[in-house]
């Protein structure tokens, strides 16, 4: 099993970036997908979810109107569109598959870096 991301780096304040994170190893359209962040010294916090369908998405506030998690199940791919990005956006960005109606079977990816700075 494995989830790849990537499309990190460093970006200005108010850019974009798009994240990608590819499955491998497990049948992609039965998890639901989820973004997580961790910001040096503070806690994983989760960013966004898509279920397995792509029909229901879930932002924590925090990003809400500004991201947008899409998925594409023929890829195996989910993505994180990053717009009008902030200097507290910065942090380790992880992508996680949970499979639906069981939760305790899930997986990681290893993260990419996203800092927002001038």
């Known amino acids: 099993v494995q989830l790849v991301e990537s499309g990190g780096g460093l970006v200005q304040p108010g850019g974009s970036l798009r994240l990608s994170c590819a499955a491998s190893?497990?049948?992609?359209?039965?998890?639901?997908m989820s973004w997580y962040r961790q910001a040096p010294g503070k806690e994983r916090e989760l960013v966004a979810i898509i279920r397995s369908t792509g029909g229901s998405t879930y932002y924590a506030d925090s990003v809400k109107g500004r991201f947008t998690i899409s998925r594409d199940n023929a890829k195996n791919t989910v993505y994180l569109q990053m717009n009008s990005l902030k200097p507290e956006d910065t942090a380790v960005y992880y992508c996680?598959?949970?499979?639906?109606?069981?939760?305790?079977?899930?997986?990681w990816g290893q993260g990419t870096q996203v800092t927002v700075s001038s």
């Open positions: 996680k598959a949970v499979r639906t109606y069981d939760s305790a079977n899930y997986y």
């Open positions: 190893g497990f049948t992609f359209s039965s998890y639901a």
